[in-house]
């Protein structure tokens, strides 16, 4: 995988091959690569939601979406490199960027949340797939055992849903910003 593509490293990552999450987390140059991923992926949630949202709510979700991946990456080296890390555990920022960022590929799947009746169920099924992928991008960048990669996952999500999630609803409600 050191001289893969990043296509290849995408698909290699979203089949769970870990040698494909170990090339990425290593090279530094794919930084760039995670984070159109995850751009990419925002968009095409943008597009398969459109129906729900229209195009104001597309963008906007698209921009969001990206914010609140850095966050969560951000929030996911801290818990998973500092708080539960091992003696084993050499993980950077950027590591856990790009491992996540790639973790996000089966994400672009969900621009065919547009199509009505099989819509949600793929965008179900994408979202199952990219926490698998995430839990195993946190598994190889922090060197850990399984178990303790959801355990980072979860409490990453819990922090996250506590100090960004909750904030920007209080202040959607608190300066009237309809939500559907």
Wanted: with cysteine; proline share 3%.
């Amino acid at each position: 995988m050191a001289t893969a593509s990043a296509i290849e490293r995408a698909i290699g990552v979203a089949r769970f091959d870990p040698q494909a999450y170990e090339a990425v987390e290593h090279d530094e140059a794919a930084t760039g690569t995670a984070l159109a991923i995850v751009v990419l992926a925002s968009i095409a949630n943008g597009i398969g939601s459109l129906r729900d949202t229209g195009i104001l709510g597309a963008i906007v979700g698209a921009i969001f979406a990206v914010i609140g991946f850095v966050l969560y990456a951000g929030i996911a080296y801290l818990i998973g490199a500092k708080v539960f890390a091992t003696a084993e555990t050499r993980a950077t920022w950027g590591q856990l960027l790009r491992t996540l960022g790639f973790a996000q590929a089966p994400g672009v799947l969900r621009v065919l949340g547009i199509v009505p009746v099989i819509g949600p169920i793929i965008g179900f099924v994408v979202a199952v797939w990219i926490l698998v992928a995430s839990v195993i991008a946190i598994r190889q960048a922090c060197d850990f055992s399984t178990g303790r990669a959801i355990l980072t996952a979860i409490v990453s999500w819990i922090a996250y849903f506590i100090f960004v999630v909750l904030p920007m609803v209080f202040l959607g409600v608190l300066f009237g910003v309809a939500t559907r």
